[in-house]
């Protein structure tokens, strides 16, 4: 019989809340790292504007079919980067698997990303608190990938503002939203000024989603 012990002091994952499912140093960060820079070596990561004109702080730039995209005309997904032109360079099949693989566990048995959208964090950089709601079919999860610098993701509900729930995502971290936990309000705090052996003072994250 297998021994039970390290499962029970370090599960693999840690379900957080109905929906909400937390995977502590799951992936591979070299791997996850190496992919954001040949896409930002392709399509650079930049600030986009929200519908009312406003600059996101936080950087952003896409992988995959479909990149979620903002300006004046609204949030949306592009099959291709309006400001270049360029198509986002497709989902390495190795990455998409090991998503796929941790949504399996999680219960989305055939969760398959078509899109991948990359933030980058700078010191003191802030996201604040959204929905994600640009998606097709909210049956299927957005799974999320965190690389660098720590930060605090904070959890809400159905409604905006209240008491958040603090996860603290480190790097390699994965976490998983779906079912009823799908569209909750969520936030990252204020990029504390730090230092990570592989990306600086940076922080990024990766969420994979079905688009379309
Ligand atoms: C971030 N993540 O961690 C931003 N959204 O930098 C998100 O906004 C997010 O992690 C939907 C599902 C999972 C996420
Ligand atoms: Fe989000």
Not at 47 to 68: C, E, L, Q, Y
Not at 104 to 122: L, M, P, T
């Amino acid at each position: 019989m297998q021994n039970d012990l390290f499962s029970s002091i370090a599960p693999e994952m840690e379900k957080i809340a109905d929906g909400v499912h937390y995977f502590r140093n799951y992936v591979d960060g070299d791997l996850f790292f190496e992919q954001i820079m040949e896409v930002a070596r392709i399509i650079p990561f930049r600030h986009m504007v929200t519908p009312g004109g406003k600059r996101i702080n936080v950087a952003g730039t896409s992988m995959g079919d479909a990149g979620w995209y903002s300006d004046r005309r609204g949030y949306r997904y592009e099959k291709s980067d309006p400001l270049s032109g360029k198509d986002w360079p497709p989902i390495p099949k190795n990455i998409n698997h090991i998503i796929s693989e941790a949504a399996a566990k999680a219960g989305y048995e055939n969760f398959n990303a078509d899109s991948c959208f990359i933030n980058r964090y700078q010191p003191g950089v802030q996201l604040t608190q959204h929905q994600d709601q640009d998606e097709q079919d909210f049956s299927q999860p957005i799974v999320s990938v965190s690389l660098g610098v720590s930060a605090i993701f904070q959890l809400y509900g159905d409604i905006r503002g209240g008491t958040a729930y603090n996860i603290p995502l480190h790097h390699c971290d994965l976490l998983i939203f779906g079912g009823p936990a799908r569209k909750y309000f969520h936030s990252v705090k204020k990029l504390k000024t730090d230092n990570h052996p592989l990306t600086g003072d940076k922080r990024y994250n990766l969420t994979f989603r079905k688009a379309f």
